[in-house]
């Protein structure tokens, strides 16, 4: 239905891939938890890697951010406001035009506010009020040059929703990612968060959501994404990036890790480094940054042999092996700058990185260049790539990753 492989190298070549929307498997219910309103059900069982949504999105902007990566408490706060009232500022006017020439489109984004007749009545828009078909849809779908409509136009639409509202809207459901981009989409707005989700987005060219399944899901059962980006970053800095999206993450793996003791003791001097070299990325006190890595991954490792808490809890190792995977990514990668053999060891990391958040693109951007020369980690990285890209050929895994190999 949709070859990833074209629309990803038409968005490599900066040309925008021209793809329709797409609703899968999927409605719109409450969530599990009563605090987080609304999300995305499936209405039948799903395989890892089956499309649940496509969606593209109603307004986006390219917004530049100057914001360290893991977040800094003391640089991010100004920085993230900033780019959140940007990002508001460029999408409300987009919202405010394309409302103005379709009554649909008003319903649409009304169904983005939640009731405000007490907690308990949340509003459930249907599915098909995101799905139908109609001429009035399609128009909205693709007049992404939004001046298109405007001249198909000459008369306004009776505008049933204020500015406030739309505001609201955009406010509550419009989404900013720390790779520079943002915007407002419909269905995905409704997709609620986990540091362990059992779905993975990604987003192909300029506005072009892909939501895809990365565990098998039970009838019923919600999904979830991860908002955070490459969260393969332990629980203070996705707590703190969950913070500045105004929300508190209470999935498993944060409460778990707020928990842990061993985690708490885990070095402040290890800890602080790593935070304080990630932050000034290649400015390079390689060594420093190394050994902080090497101590880090020998704490751990102890850990899962002597921390009751921990024993022969594989998922709870893998959690925390995905938490502390730029420390493991460090040490493998001077391993392999030296010539030493790692691929076991990085096998385990993409295994613990595969089980604790699906995929991830900036992950994969790192494993790439060690597909070369260890061509046998290709089925290590296969479920990963499952959840992005869905069922793809082994040659056409390679393009996407960018791995030329000999045969
Ligand atoms: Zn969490």
Known sequence: MYNVVELLRDAKSGRNPVCGEYVGPVIIGAAKDANMGRAILVNRDVEPGELLIVSKAIAHAEIKLDLPR????????????????TLHDLIVPQVLGRARSSELFQKQVSGLMLSTHGTEDISIPSIDLYSSADKETDMCATAVEGEEIFNVLDEDVH???????????????????????????????????????????????????????????????????????GETVAFPHRAYAARLRGFRCSCPRCLFEASEKFIENLGDREWVTMTTMCNISNAVKFYQLLESSVKLIEKLEWGFK?????????????????????????????????????????????????????????????????????????????????????????????????????N
């Open 70 to 85: 893991p977040l800094d408490k003391r640089e991010s706060v100004g920085e993230w406001e900033r780019m959140w009232k």
């Open 306 to 406: 002597n921390v009751a808490s921990l024993w022969n809890d594989e998922g709870k190792q893998e959690w925390l092996r995905c938490s502390f995977a730029q420390a493991y990514k460090t040490c493998l990668a001077f391993r392999a700058f030296h010539g030493q053999a790692f691929a076991q060891d990085l096998e385990i990391l993409i295994r613990a990185v595969h089980a604790t958040i699906g995929a991830s693109e900036e992950f994969l951007d790192f494993l790439s260049p060690f597909m070369w020369v260890h061509p046998q980690l290709e089925a290590a990285i296969a479920p990963m790539c499952l959840c992005l890209y869905g069922e793809q050929s082994s040659a056409s895994l390679r393009e996407i990753l960018g791995v030329e190999m000999e």
């Open 159 to 229: 505008l049933e929703l204020d500015a406030d509202q739309i505001n609201q809207a955009v406010e509550r459901s419009s989404f900013l990612s720390l790779d520079s981009w943002g915007g407002l989409w419909f269905l995905p707005s409704f997709i609620n968060h986990s540091c362990l989700p059992n779905a993975c987005w990604m987003k192909i060219g300029e506005d072009a959501l892909f939501a895809r399944a990365a565990r098998h899901l039970r009838k019923g059962d919600e999904v979830t994404v991860s908002y955070l980006g």
